[in-house]
């Protein structure tokens, strides 16, 4: 029999965690998915549980001068509905799952599942989220792209809960979210891109691309990106072939039941183009 | 009229919105026993041994049912006329395995839980044989999915079980080849549809009971409540007169219901043992283990003269009917009969082909019923052939096609598992349908296509045809029973599986006996209390069932005129639905008549029963434009707008017709670009679930935009043909056509994925 605790408070947690092993579940979409079972429901959970829902330390968006610190339990549709929330990351809930999903799915949780298709990803990896860890022994930031380590992987130890995600307050000049699904809404990524771009005095001063769903976890790589700073828009442009060239090299899908490979890398690429060519 | 083709609420929404008992769960013994089946891991295998020895010993364990515990008496699943066009190809339980998914053993239990730890404690062992997976090699297959010796065909359908062929079937009209030979433009195109899963949102379920006469009683989601009994009996070997079949409310069928699929194991508990017992499928035993539709490969030739006049059509046929020969022959022949007829100019036109046995999940009934498949291959070779002529698809069309007062020699030679009927077509708005389906859809300005940019806009069209019921076959009864107070029981064994017919045919009944809704109260479906009728499928509930309680309202007019002119001493009685009025002025209201008739004088029971049974089946037509804007970048389709425009008769109940004709067209679709089955390489369908198997939701359907045109049926109901199945059939074409005309991209593989088309895109870009 596996334990199922819905703690009081954050402490609570921390105590419990650093004594057994437990596993989160906050807004349960996932875990609710990958456990279910008919003949015991509502569900059949094989590792002791603690429930997050609840936990009001967890919760808040909140900014300063330079940062957006949203705590891990706030869903999808709270994290939408804040005025404080860059549009970047609304674009990208928007196109999430059903409305029903969304108010239920959290920020923490889509980082915690750490899923090749974890939509809101692509945005947190972009705005080179920070995500921060709490245990007995205290506090540990780590950059998001770290802490997942592969699929479904991440650098959190048993005796750590993930609580926050701190992302810099960034405006770019333009951005574009693209998710490609195998419908409008309410289904799972083949595969999404996002870019964003700032332009000063007709030349590049921030440029990111990130992919999802096109290798083990988000792609994104900085050093690419950094090699176009500085140039002008239309030297950026020009080098638009030679910018693919460079990505494909990390746009490594796999075939699965959603899509195939060849169709990913294909579109992954073609979105990028497209976002260029549209500057 | 008042009541038909009126805004008219339908009878059980409000109920079924409060949340009322309805459906087949709801009505289930609280203390009912679960059966549950353990179903074969493997596509092909023979069950050697089974040690349930560990299981039984459980508490609330009831039994192990084994192939062993059952007669081998061979039926068919397929819900249809007697006797069945469908072979006699299952058992209730059998040693052999046929497709993942097929029902190893069931274990009966008190509840859920303990007939799944049963299922894990029982150990089978299997002697794996290889299974057949790709339908174009069945066909004398080493492998013989069914070499038992008591299957067999009820009458001569080409079944060759030793070759895995369950059915074949040849017709032709004329010479083809020599016609061929003769024409100025021909083309041979091949096409292949997928095994599209119906997805009603009620599972399969079923639960019984024995009454305190003895009986057996069984509450069933099914579209054929008579077929089920019949088949139980004989599957069972339990009289039919000991047998009742129940169908309360259900949640969609869609086909999928138009079988067998727990019935007859939840029916054998409680008759060996006395106790109420009930299988409710999970979503993945819907997906694996009912039905899907038939997936098929189609080569059409078509030849034509140069002034684009259609001389010869030649479709050969291969049909995927999975473990099982469910509806083979039958939806076979409707991808010719409810196809070809539309281009009935033709001098000669050949239809052939086989119906195979492969180790997939069985295929059965589905909306469309083998038209859907047939219209897409027959309406994109069509458009093939109209580039290839250097025609406008819509001229070619209107020069070729089945026109009002005329018939094609199709009708009698090709019916359902046997002989046609021949018919003219006294109602055939094509034109109309066409004609006003290119100014809804915009069509002269929009076709073919146009360029903006990232995205191409362009639009396609298709027509379609189906059938009204199948004649001589189908048969639908009504019983009309007067009350005190004046009101009427309509009675009818016409199954509403949610589209709606008790609404329909209650609306019948009450505009022929000129009296409000409120004063009909029907009742469908319950072999003991109502009429036989066929059930809900062929599209033939409207027309057919309709037809009976029309006959059946004229015959209690007639019997209550009978009681007024008694009660008013008077030859010449009027009757305005209320009041009855002697020529002296004198009236009595039904309200009094009814209470008299009852309770004071003479009394008696007025109670009318009246059958119906086609001698024709007037096809509904229609023509379906779509208007896509497909993404050059990740070649998605965005659906803008999808025209319907229809001639299915009179509609009886305008909101439910259009209802039928919105679902058509979003399932279409479904099958046209979302619906992808995709199987393991050992045979597993890995779509199995709603995760992985994606039908179009609201947002993928921007707009329907969907007309009726005049039309009367003379042999309908106040006019209606039917319009079930109709709105399927042309979305497939549609798309393709319209991606053609985006693209100049011919996709023959359903479904029209993004893949596909941008894939198509590369391949055309590199050439």
């Known amino acids: 029999m596996v334990k199922q605790i819905l703690p009081k408070n954050l402490s609570e947690v921390l105590e419990l965690i650093s004594k057994e092993k437990y596993r989160f579940c906050a807004g349960g979409t996932d875990m609710l998915i990958q456990n279910h079972n008919l003949k015991t429901l509502p569900i059949d959970f094989k590792d002791n549980i603690i429930y997050t829902f609840n936990l009001e330390e967890l919760k808040g968006i909140t900014e300063d001068e330079d940062f957006i610190t949203i705590g891990a339990s706030e869903s999808l549709e709270s994290i939408l509905e804040n005025k404080i929330t860059p549009q970047i990351l609304k674009d990208t809930i928007l196109q999430m799952a059903s409305p029903a999903i969304r108010h239920s799915g959290t920020i923490g949780g889509n980082i915690g599942n750490a899923s090749p298709a974890g939509d809101l990803l692509v945005p947190l990896y972009l705005l080179n989220a920070i995500v921060q860890l709490q245990s007995l022994k205290g506090i540990r930031s780590v950059l998001l792209s770290d802490f997942i380590t592969h699929v479904r992987r991440i650098d959190l130890r048993d005796d750590e809960i993930i609580t926050k995600i701190i992302i810099s307050k960034i405006n770019f000049d333009k951005h574009q979210f693209v998710k490609v699904g195998p419908r409008l809404s309410d289904a799972i990524s083949k595969l999404s891109f996002l870019g964003a771009v700032s332009f000063h005095e007709d030349k590049v001063i921030d440029l990111r691309f990130s992919f999802g769903a096109v290798n083990i976890t988000v792609v994104r790589r900085p050093e690419i990106e950094a090699q176009y700073i500085y140039k002008t828009k239309e030297e950026l442009k020009n080098s638009v072939d030679e910018l693919l060239e460079k990505y494909s090299e990390y746009i490594r899908p796999i075939d699965d039941q959603r899509s195939n490979k060849e169709y990913r890398k294909t579109v992954a690429l073609n979105l990028l183009r497209n976002f260029i060519e549209e500057l | ?767």
């Open chain 2, 1 to 767: 009229m008042k009541v038909v083709n009126n805004l008219t609420h339908s009878v059980d929404g409000l109920g079924i919105l409060k949340g009322r008992a309805a459906y087949t769960d709801d009505l289930a013994d609280k203390n009912s026993l679960i059966v549950k089946v353990l179903r074969s891991p493997h596509a092909y295998a023979k069950i050697v041994k089974i040690d349930s020895e560990e299981a039984l010993k459980l508490p609330g364990i009831e039994m192990v049912l084994t192939h062993k515990d059952f007669s081998r008496v061979p039926f068919t699943r397929a819900g249809q006329g007697y006797p069945e066009p469908s072979p006699h190809d299952k058992f209730v339980l059998d040693e052999y395995v046929r497709y993942v998914g097929d029902e190893v053993l069931a274990v009966v239990g008190s509840d859920l839980a303990v007939c799944e730890e049963a299922l894990a404690l029982i150990k089978v062992e299997y002697e794996l044989l290889e299974p057949v997976l790709d339908f174009e090699k069945a066909i004398d297959h080493k492998s013989i999915i069914h070499p038992e010796p008591e299957a067999h065909e009820m009458f001569p359908i080409g079944f060759e079980p030793l070759r895995n062929i369950a059915a074949s079937y040849h017709m032709h009209v004329g010479d083809v080849e020599k016609t061929l030979s003769e024409c100025d433009v021909v083309i041979e195109e091949t096409f292949f549809t997928q095994a599209q899963a119906h997805v009603m949102l009620e599972p399969h379920t079923v639960n019984a009971r024995m009454d305190y006469q003895e009986r057996l009683v069984i509450y069933n989601s099914t579209q054929t409540p008579y077929h089920m009994r019949r088949i139980i009996s004989q599957g069972l070997n339990i009289p039919l007169s000991k047998i009742r079949v129940i169908k309360p409310r259900v949640g969609g069928g869609f086909g999928g219901k138009q079988g067998i699929h727990g019935e007859m194991l939840v029916a054998y508990v409680t008759y060996k043992t006395g106790k109420a017992a009930k299988m409710v499928y999970t979503r993945k035993e819907v997906f694996e283990s009912s039905y899907t539709r038939h997936p098929m490969k189609m080569k059409v030739t078509l030849g034509a003269d140069k002034s684009g006049v259609l001389k010869a059509i030649d479709f050969h046929c291969l049909s995927d009917t999975g473990a099982y020969g469910e509806h083979a022959l039958t939806v076979f022949m409707v991808v010719g009969s409810k196809v070809l007829p539309l281009y009935n100019k033709v001098d000669s036109v050949r239809f052939y082909g086989d119906v195979v046995y492969t180790n997939h999940t069985p295929a059965g009934a589905y909306r469309g019923y083998g038209a859907i498949q047939g219209n897409f291959a027959l309406e994109s070779a069509v458009d093939m052939l109209c580039v290839k002529l250097g025609m406008n698809p819509i001229e070619f069309r209107q020069l070729n096609m089945m026109k009002e007062t005329e018939t094609s020699p199709i009708f009698e030679i090709m019916g359902e598992g046997t002989a046609g009927t021949a018919m003219i077509m006294e109602t055939c708005k094509l034109e109309e349908c066409v004609e006003k389906g290119m100014k809804l859809i915009d069509w002269n300005d929009k076709y073919p296509s146009k360029d903006m940019g990232n995205k191409i806009k362009s639009v396609g069209m298709a027509i379609a045809m189906q059938g009204s019921g199948i004649p001589y076959i189908d048969m639908g009864s009504a019983t009309i029973k007067l009350n005190d107070d004046g009101f009427y029981n309509l009675l009818v064994g016409a199954t509403d599986i949610g589209q709606g017919s008790d609404t329909v045919l209650a609306q019948i009944a009450a505009e022929v006996l000129m009296t409000t809704m409120d004063k009909i109260v029907i009742y469908s479906s319950d072999t003991d209390l109502t009429p036989f009728d066929c059930g809900a499928y062929a599209s033939s509930t409207t027309y057919v069932s309709g037809n009976a309680v029309f006959k059946a309202a004229n015959d209690m007019l007639e019997a209550i005129l009978v009681e007024a002119r008694r009660i008013l001493k008077s030859k010449e009685v009027e009757f305005d639905g209320v009041l009855f009025t002697n020529e002296l002025g004198e009236t009595i209201s039904l309200i009094d008549l009814s209470n008299e008739i009852t309770y004071s004088e003479d009394q008696k029971q007025l109670s009318v029963t009246s059958s119906y049974v086609g001698h024709k089946s007037p096809p509904p037509f229609m023509a379906g434009f779509i208007e896509i804007d497909i993404d050059k970048e990740t070649g998605e389709v965005d659906i803008v707008n999808y025209v319907s425009v229809v001639d299915c008769g009179t509609t009886i109940n305008p909101k439910l017709a259009e209802g039928q004709v919105d679902g058509g067209i979003v399932q279409g679709l479904g099958m046209a670009m979302f619906e992808n089955v995709q199987y393991s390489k050992k045979g597993a369908l890995i779509s199995n679930s709603l995760m992985t198997y994606k039908i179009p939701t609201r947002v993928d359907i921007n707009n329907l935009t969907t007309v009726f045109v005049d039309s009367y049926e003379e042999s309908g109901p106040f006019g209606a043909k039917s319009v079930g199945e109709i709105g399927i059939d042309t979305p497939p074409a549609a798309l393709a056509n319209a991606v053609y005309n985006a693209l100049g991209i011919r996709i023959k593989t359903l479904p029209i994925t993004a893949e596909k088309i941008l894939l198509a895109i590369k391949a055309k870009e590199r050439n």
